[in-house]
């Protein structure tokens, strides 16, 4: 318990700096896109920027493992998080330094409570179209038979593909372009259900409030129904009692009566 508490107060606490870092990633993975005839000094600058980035969720992969009391479940249970920080190393391809920090990044937003699922969604869309446009434009502006050319193109070719409506006019040409495709339509069609299931989670919960609000009137009702059917009950017994009684009474009146005689029998 107490190395559980330790593992997440560190994930508390480095959370923040490690999104200010994945926005400083992204800054740097997109200025030798976007400004490819920068200076080589931004270029070298923007590439130690990424190891940096990718150097600190390393790091906080090995402090988690270390605060963590059984490691061996660690490692199998945030098996994502290990290959997103071996990744790289694997071939440091800036596109795989790219795909590591985005698993990272979306697994400790995930770890994150306050964050909202529509708040990860939209970040998720947001990040992907970003994300997504770069790639594609870093290696499909330079294909021989390429037709993305320039930033506008790749944003208009990954907002339609992730929405899957795919018009034609904007398509990879190279292998690798491909693949990017791929995942964008794939993550598309997942945000796109996950939105969905959202909805329908929303409209079912609220018919089934309704539904048990309804159901807590109805009952509230049939108590009202039995309460009335037994205080009728009650006052038929006692109104049927009275009745009986009158006669004797009325009887015992008449006797005590001066000069009455009793009835002959």
């Known amino acids: 318990m107490k190395e559980t508490s330790r593992q997440l107060l560190w994930e508390r606490r480095s959370q923040t700096p490690l999104l200010v870092l994945a926005v400083a990633f992204a800054v740097a993975y997109a200025v030798p896109i976007v400004v490819p005839d920068a200076d080589p000094a ?3 600058a923007c590439t130690h920027a990424e190891w940096v980035v990718w150097g600190a969720f390393a790091l906080d992969y090995l402090v988690r493992l270390g605060l963590t009391r059984d ?4 490692v199998r249970t945030h098996w994502l998080d290990l290959a997103a920080v071996v990744l790289p190393l694997v071939q440091p391809l800036r596109l795989l330094r790219l795909v590591a920090t985005l698993l990272l990044v979306g697994r400790r937003a995930r770890m994150a409570p306050q964050i909202r699922l529509t708040t990860y969604v939209a970040g998720a869309v947001v990040g992907l179209l970003m994300f ?4 594609v434009l870093s290696v499909e502006r330079d294909a021989p038979d390429g037709n993305i050319r320039n930033l506008g193109d790749a944003v208009w070719w990954s907002f339609t593909t992730m929405t899957t409506v795919g018009y034609g ?3 990879p040409t190279t292998g690798l372009g491909r693949v990017l495709a791929v995942g964008l ?17 929303w409209f079912i919960a609220r018919f089934e409030r309704d539904d048990r609000a309804e159901r807590l009137q109805l009952a509230a009702i049939r108590e009202l129904q039995e309460e009335v059917r037994a205080l009728r009950a009650e006052l038929s ?5 009275g009745r009986g009684a009158m006669p004797a009474q009325a009887a015992a009146s008449h ?3 001066p000069g009455a005689t009793s009835p002959t029998p």
């Open 42 to 44: 931004v270029h070298r």
């Open 71 to 74: 490691r061996r479940h660690f």
């Open 132 to 135: 997504g446009s770069l790639a």
């Open 169 to 171: 006019d904007h398509s």
């Open 185 to 201: 339509m794939l993550s598309g069609i997942a945000l796109l259900g996950v939105v969905m299931a959202n909805i329908a989670a």
């Open 237 to 241: 017994e006692l109104g049927g009692g």
């Open 255 to 257: 006797a005590d009566q």
